[in-house]
């Protein structure tokens, strides 16, 4: 349905801060909400920060609530992921991913579309 392309992942300092992009492609008006997702090796994939894409409305995995804002252009039709005072547990590939719900939904089997995924990787 939507492609979506992340791109701004990298190697930072504890403290530092970055900023990821996703860039949709394709239909998007059957997606509603999208979201950042991560995953750590040996660990399951967890919820950061969804955006509902029509009111901006923005909600928040509570350990990141304070340090990461998500936000979306659509000019460009890309939602962002401002990171920052960044820790060592931080460090995840974070993935980009579009829902057709509109639920502030924080489980992955909601969000049919997905990206390839970017390297974080916080040093301390």
């Known amino acids: 349905q939507v492609q979506l392309v992340e791109s701004g992942g990298g190697l930072v300092q504890a403290g530092g801060s970055l900023r990821l992009s996703c860039a949709a492609s394709?239909?998007?008006?059957?997606?509603?909400?999208m979201g950042w997702f991560r995953q750590a090796p040996g660990k399951e994939r967890e919820f950061v920060a969804g955006i509902l894409w029509s009111t901006r409305s923005t909600y928040y995995a509570d350990s990141v609530k304070g340090r990461f804002t998500i936000s979306r252009d659509s000019a460009k039709n890309t939602v962002y992921l401002q990171m920052n005072s960044l820790e060592p547990e931080d460090t995840a590939v974070y993935y980009c991913?579009?829902?057709?719900?509109?639920?502030?939904?924080?489980?992955?089997?909601?969000?049919?579309?997905w990206g390839q995924g970017t390297q974080v990787t916080v040093s301390s």
């Open positions: 991913a579009a829902s057709a719900l509109l639920s502030s939904s924080r489980q992955s089997r909601d969000f049919g579309s």
């Open positions: 394709g239909r998007r008006f059957g997606s509603r909400t």
